[in-house]
């Protein structure tokens, strides 16, 4: 890999769903190791950005690439094979957890590794017990989700990505169903994770958060990305009068 | 109250209810419900063709009297060449008509789970099949055990209808008893009594089963 191949590039992504068209065309790249924050507004298309990226949806139009790999063109015919090829690339971290609640901790992390990559049991429970250790879980392996709370359930749901060992960590508004005082739990780990140099993409309404660990911000809004660039440009002096008013409602909203 | 006739009848009816009864409503049970999966699956695939075919069975099984089916398959199907043994026949009606019930249910509790969760599986790289096996499907079970059990506890009371194609279970011995004896009254209770001890045990049994399955949601 070269150094200025990116470790993911989009161009021209398009998404309708019906007559909404959610994505005009998003252009993004993303290299080795960079933190990448996606803010905008409601509806603005930023989850629907890294649905596409997973897999989760399907493009109407657009080419994924990951390096290594080859460009995968929506639009024509997709076989499932290049649509998989992408979604093994990254891991999703969602917005309520969506951790599987027949399954106690330590069997949500290690479920991937050991069905879907044939890991041996006993390594990936192992690795299981280190990175739930790194989150300050390590005690609750054999609980059920419903013991935790929010922040505990997305810490487990941070280990069950990172488990995989993906590229790419997406995280799709990692904090907004947390309980105002367990948000700091939950960013702390992402921010270690950013001083580890994983890959990430961050879909937040947290703008201090995003100024913080974030090499890059790309604001969006109706479906395009309206500028993008490093944290304290696009945040505290941005070029584009939609931003400034994002920006603005955000820092007071009253 | 003949005692005796009570007590010379008891043994016959228990064994035709222990080799009869429970065997048939057992492998119905089973059977039924794997072709309940496969027809919930075609019934949520988004395939009209084959989401149209569910529909059609279920409608038909749902639709039709139990008695007629099993009449249309043990005294029907041997005019047009196909003759079916007794317990086969009866197996195989009471195993489509289970099939068209409990597929309605596990349609609704494989959709009752969250969409989330279909999600999740995909992000961690399993494919529709194993997620459907491995998540969505535990989920499920848990919320079809108590209309899955009025199924087979109706099942185990409509095994008596094999009585009709000669299947020789609880209640032909019922019957035949009664015939000999002419006292129908009493050994008609008495065959009753027996299905409610056999479906009492059945409730239990729920109940456990729902306590096991429960294990992982908060009271």
């Known amino acids: 890999m070269s150094p200025t191949e990116p470790l993911l590039s989009a161009t021209g992504l398009q998404k309708s769903f019906g007559d909404t068209r959610v994505l005009k065309s998003i252009d993004l790249r993303i290299n080795s190791g960079q933190v990448v924050a996606l803010v905008g507004p409601s509806g603005s298309g930023k989850t629907t950005v890294l649905r596409c990226l997973n897999g989760l949806e399907t493009p109407d139009g657009g080419t994924v690439a990951f390096s290594g790999g080859p460009a995968v063109e929506f639009g024509g015919k997709v076989t499932k094979k290049e649509s998989l090829s992408l979604r093994d690339r990254s891991a999703m971290v969602f917005q309520n957890y969506n951790l599987f609640p027949h399954m106690t901790v330590l069997e949500n992390i290690i479920e ?3 069905r879907v990559r044939k890991r041996q049991r006993k390594d990936a429970v192992a690795d299981a017990e280190r990175l739930l250790g790194r989150v300050g879980l390590a005690e609750k392996r054999d609980d059920y989700p419903f013991n935790l709370s929010g922040g505990q359930q997305q810490r487990v749901g941070i280990v069950r990505a990172l488990a995989l060992q993906p590229d790419l960590l997406l995280f799709d508004e990692p904090t907004s169903a947390l309980d105002p005082e367990l948000v700091g739990e939950v960013l702390t780990v992402i921010k270690e994770l950013a001083e580890e140099k994983w890959t990430m993409v961050i879909v937040t309404h947290e703008l201090a958060f995003a100024r913080e660990v974030a090499d890059e911000v790309v604001f969006m809004d109706g479906g395009v990305v309206v500028e993008h660039g490093h944290p ?3 945040l505290r002096n941005p070029r584009e009068e939609r931003t400034r008013r994002f920006v603005q409602r955000l820092l007071n909203p009253f | 109250m003949d ?17 009869g009864t429970i065997p048939l409503s057992l492998a119905s049970f089973a059977i039924g419900l794997a072709l309940a999966l496969v027809v919930a699956l075609m019934r ?5 063709v084959l989401s149209g075919i569910a529909r059609f069975y279920v409608s038909v099984i749902r639709g039709t009297p139990l008695l007629v089916q099993l009449f249309v398959i043990f005294y029907g199907l041997p005019s047009i060449g196909l003759t079916i043994d007794p317990w086969p026949s009866a197996i195989i009606a009471f195993s489509l008509n289970v099939a068209g019930y409990a597929a309605e249910i596990l349609r609704a509790a494989i959709l009752s789970v969250p969409k989330g969760q279909w999600e999740a599986g995909h992000t961690i790289g399993m494919s529709r ?3 459907l096996r491995r998540v969505i499907l535990p989920q499920a079970a848990r919320v079809s055990v108590p209309p ?5 506890i109706s099942l185990v009371k409509d095994t008596s209808l094999a009585s009709l194609i000669l299947v020789t279970e609880l209640f032909r011995e019922a019957q035949q008893i009664a015939a000999f004896s002419q006292q129908f009254m009493m050994l008609y209770l008495e065959a009753a009594a027996i299905y409610w001890v056999f479906c009492l045990v059945l409730s239990s049994g729920q109940s456990a089963l729902e306590k096991r399955l429960d294990r992982y949601v908060a009271h």
């Open chain 1, 112 to 114: 991937g590794p050991v």
């Open chain 1, 232 to 234: 304290d440009q696009v």
């Open chain 2, 129 to 131: 099949a194993l997620t």
């Open chain 2, 44 to 48: 949520i695939s988004g395939k009209a």
């Open chain 2, 148 to 152: 899955l059990s009025n199924t087979f």
């Open chain 2, 3 to 19: 005692w005796d006739l009570l007590r010379t009848s008891f043994w016959p009816m228990l064994s035709g209810g222990l080799t």
